[in-house]
C-alpha cells in the first residue's frame, strides 16, 4: 500500500466517528497532508453541522501550510449549498492545491461538480483511490442516490434448530435465543441506521421498544406495519421514547410488492437506511422481493423443537464470528 493509499485509509478511519448521527448527510473522512505530515483531520459532523474538509481544515494550526498540502477525502467535495456552504469553494479559497478523492459522489446536486470547480480553480485532483473501499464505506449514500431506497439491512435470532419464536408463549414479551453481548451489539447497531421495521404480529406477540438502552446513542425512527390500523396505542411502539411512522392500506398497498411500497415510502421520507428486525413473515417478504443489501443472522444455542421457522434466503457470506455462544453470520445480497 503506497502513501496516497494509507492517507485516504486514514480518512475512512475516522469518518467512521460519524456513522448514526450524519444521516441524511454521507460520512465523510478528510485528511491534510503537508511534506509527507498529517496537519489536520476531520470527519462529518451530526446533521446539520460541518462536512468533514471544513473540520479538517479547521484543525489546522497553521493555516499558511494549506497553500503547499494535499486534502485527501472519502468523498468528491460538494459544490453546492446545502445546510453548509460548498467544500470545494473552501478548499479553493485556502488555495489547497491537491485534492485525493476516493470516489464520486453520485448525488445529482454533486456527480462531478465538485472535481470540475477544483480543477477549473487550478488544483490537481486524483480520484480514485482505494475506490472500493470508498463505496463499500458509503454504502447507505449511494444505495440511496442509486436505487431510490434506503439501504436495507434484514436481522433476527434463530435457535440451534432453526426456529425465530416458540409456538406458544406465556407472556407478551421477547424469548431471548440470544445472550446479552448479542443483544447489546444488536443495541449498537439500533444506534448506527436511521429507522427500524417490523410487523404487525411482532408488536402483538412482544410488545418491543424498539429503542436503545444496552448501547448510548440516538434511537431510530421506528416503523410499523399496521395493516389495519388495528394495534393498540398503549404498545411501547407508540411510546414518547422515539418517533413512530405507521404503514397501513392508506398508504402502502399490502397486496402487491409490500416491500418495493415500502420502500418507496421510506425514500420519500428520506430515510436511507432501515432494519428489519420481523417478523418472519415481514423479513421473508423483503427477501422474496430481492430488496435488501445485509443479512444479520444470529444463532444461539437454544432449541425450540416447534415454532416459527427462520427465513429462508441466499446470500453471500462475508463473515462468521462467535460472540460468546452465540455465532453471527453477515450475508450480503449480490
Not at 67 to 72: E, F, H, R, V, W
Not at 112 to 126: D, M, S
Not at 206 to 213: E, F, G
Request: proline share 4%; with cysteine; hydrophobic share 35%.
Amino acid at each position: 500500500m503506497n502513501t496516497t493509499e494509507l492517507y485516504i485509509k486514514r480518512a475512512l478511519q475516522i469518518a467512521k466517528n460519524g456513522l448514526g448521527t450524519t444521516r441524511p448527510n454521507p460520512m465523510v473522512g478528510a485528511v491534510i497532508v503537508c511534506n509527507d505530515k498529517i496537519i489536520g483531520e476531520g470527519f462529518t459532523s451530526a446533521y446539520g453541522g460541518n462536512h468533514a474538509e471544513v473540520n479538517a481544515i479547521a484543525s489546522v494550526k497553521d493555516i499558511s501550510l494549506l497553500k503547499k498540502s494535499t486534502l485527501y477525502v472519502t468523498l468528491e467535495p460538494c459544490s453546492h449549498f446545502g445546510k453548509t456552504p460548498p467544500c470545494s469553494d473552501l478548499i479553493i479559497k485556502h488555495k489547497i492545491p491537491e485534492v485525493v478523492i476516493g470516489c464520486l459522489d453520485d448525488n445529482p446536486q454533486v456527480a462531478g461538480k465538485g472535481i470540475e470547480k477544483l480543477k477549473n480553480a487550478g488544483c490537481k485532483v486524483t480520484v480514485g483511490v482505494l475506490e472500493t473501499e470508498c463505496k463499500k464505506h458509503h454504502k447507505r449514500f449511494f444505495t440511496f442516490h442509486n436505487k431510490k431506497r434506503p439501504y436495507i439491512i434484514l436481522k433476527w435470532a434463530e435457535t440451534d434448530d432453526g426456529f425465530i419464536a416458540p409456538k406458544t408463549k406465556k407472556e407478551q414479551k421477547p424469548v431471548w435465543i440470544t445472550n446479552p453481548y448479542s443483544r447489546q451489539l444488536v443495541h449498537k447497531w439500533r444506534t448506527e441506521e436511521q429507522a427500524i421495521l417490523v410487523g404487525t404480529n411482532t408488536v402483538l406477540q412482544d410488545n418491543p421498544s424498539l429503542t436503545v438502552r444496552d448501547w448510548k446513542g440516538e434511537n431510530p425512527i421506528r416503523v410499523v406495519l399496521d395493516r389495519r390500523l388495528k394495534l393498540d396505542k398503549n404498545f411501547f411502539v407508540f411510546n414518547d421514547n422515539a418517533e413512530t411512522i405507521v404503514l397501513s392500506e392508506a398508504n402502502i398497498d399490502f397486496k402487491n410488492s409490500i416491500a418495493k411500497d415500502i420502500c418507496n415510502t421510506l425514500f420519500k421520507k428520506n430515510i436511507n437506511s432501515v432494519i428489519i428486525e420481523g417478523g418472519a413473515k415481514t423479513l421473508q417478504t423483503f427477501i422474496d422481493e430481492s430488496l435488501w443489501d445485509e443479512a444479520r443472522v444470529f444463532k444461539g444455542k437454544t432449541k425450540f423443537k416447534e415454532g416459527t421457522k427462520a427465513p429462508i434466503f441466499r446470500g453471500n457470506l462475508v463473515s462468521k464470528e462467535k460472540i460468546a455462544d452465540d455465532i453471527l453470520r453477515i450475508y450480503t445480497n449480490d
